[in-house]
């Protein structure tokens, strides 16, 4: 049975990943600081299969944390690890360049850009042990384009495309794919995070349209990570239909 390591799995992409591969025959890792979900999600997805389920929880801006918990995972599933999904990522805030605050800069480059290198530095010799793998970075539009307010959580994308660009020719010789996948709007807690629990703000980022759902991202994942094994999606852009680019929305009133 093959295991699959996803960041981030406490909601969102991460958790609909989860139920995908887990219904798939999957052993799952599964990550998040919030682990006060770990129980109702370890009970959810029982229903779903029958593999092996291993919380780990740690901070992914945490180096120490993020070697700890990857020494601690169970030799049956480190030998069988076959993907790494790095999701965990999270924007804050949607203000200009110059009216930043810069905790929140942090949070974002430390999360999205060093926590995604933690974890990859980690994870690696695992794939590397079992003959290869595969890793899929989840990027964002914000990686393509920049947008008004978009400043750092842009650049943190940016990066994370790079850092798929970069993996892919590195891995080469270890048998190691990396697929990029880059979403648009997707309705999940991403904007109730962004914009710090205010709920109603976060619920307008989609209303008059269909954004994406989670389901749309885990479909993703499971369609990189069943090709055949000559092929390799290096790059996949998903957008809500009533979405063009980063800021252009077809939407009713
Ligand atoms: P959610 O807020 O629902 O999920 C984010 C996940 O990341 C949670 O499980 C959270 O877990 C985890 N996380 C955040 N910060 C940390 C941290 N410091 N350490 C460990 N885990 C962390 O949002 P999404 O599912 O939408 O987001 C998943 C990824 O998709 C992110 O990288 C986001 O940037 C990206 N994305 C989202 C889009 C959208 O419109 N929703 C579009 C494009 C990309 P916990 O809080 O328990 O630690
Ligand atoms: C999340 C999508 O457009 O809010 O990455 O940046 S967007």
Not at 12 to 30: P, V
Not at 60 to 88: C, F, M, T, W
Not at 218 to 242: G, K, Q
């Amino acid at each position: 049975m093959k295991t699959i390591l996803i960041t981030g799995a406490t909601s969102g992409f991460g958790l609909a990943i989860a139920k995908k591969f887990y219904a798939q025959g999957y052993n799952l890792i599964l990550t998040g600081r919030r682990k006060e979900r770990f129980a109702e999600i370890e009970s959810i997805l029982t229903e779903l299969g029958e593999g092996k389920i291993h919380f780990l929880h740690f901070d992914v801006r945490n180096n120490e944390a993020v070697k700890q918990a990857v020494n601690q995972i169970p030799a049956d599933l480190a030998n069988s690890l076959s993907i790494l999904v790095n999701n965990a990522g999270l924007a804050l805030g949607r203000s200009t360049i110059d009216a930043g605050v810069t905790e929140d800069w942090d949070a974002m480059m430390d999360t999205n850009v060093k926590g995604l290198l933690y974890v990859s530095k980690a994870v690696i010799p695992l794939l590397q042990n079992n003959g290869g793998g595969q890793i899929v970075n989840i990027a964002s539009i914000a990686g393509k384009e920049v947008y008004p307010g978009g400043n750092v959580y842009c650049a943190s994308k940016h990066a994370v495309d790079a850092l798929s660009r970069a993996m892919r020719i590195d891995l080469l010789k270890d048998n190691i794919a990396v697929s990029n996948i880059a979403p648009g709007a997707a309705d999940t807690e991403f904007s109730l995070v962004r914009f710090k629990g205010d709920a109603q703000t976060a619920k307008d980022v989609y209303k008059g349209y269909t954004p994406l759902f989670a389901e749309d991202i885990a479909d993703a994942v499971e369609f990189v990570c069943n090709r055949p094994r000559h092929v390799n999606i290096d790059d996949l852009l998903i957008m809500p239909r009533a979405q063009a680019n980063a800021t252009i929305f077809k939407k009713e009133e």
